[in-house]
């Protein structure tokens, strides 16, 4: 018993292979390959969303290390300015009695002088 070949062209089975036959046979390879593409592009745009959001992950997770580093070290400086700031408001204070005492006393060397 010999097997027949079948052509795979032959889509109705008739033993003849049409130019129409030829045709469809052949657009529905085309369609095929067309399927595995657009799947392939698919899947390929899929891992790269899926390393976009891990970079991006990344990056955000990098970015709040960034933001509370910065935050801490403003922190830090406005702490130090508001010391330097109430230690010159103290020197300030302290200038400021002093020339009022030098002031007092010159008031009264004058008042004194006229009383004499």
Known sequence: MAEEKVNPMDLNGDGKVTLGEKVQYYAGKAGEKVEESVKKVYEG????????????KVLAGKAKEKAKDVYAKASEKAKDIYADAKEEIADAKEDLAEAADKAKAKVNDILNKDDK
């Open 45 to 56: 745009v899929k891992e790269d969303a899926k390393d976009a959001l891990e970079d991006a």
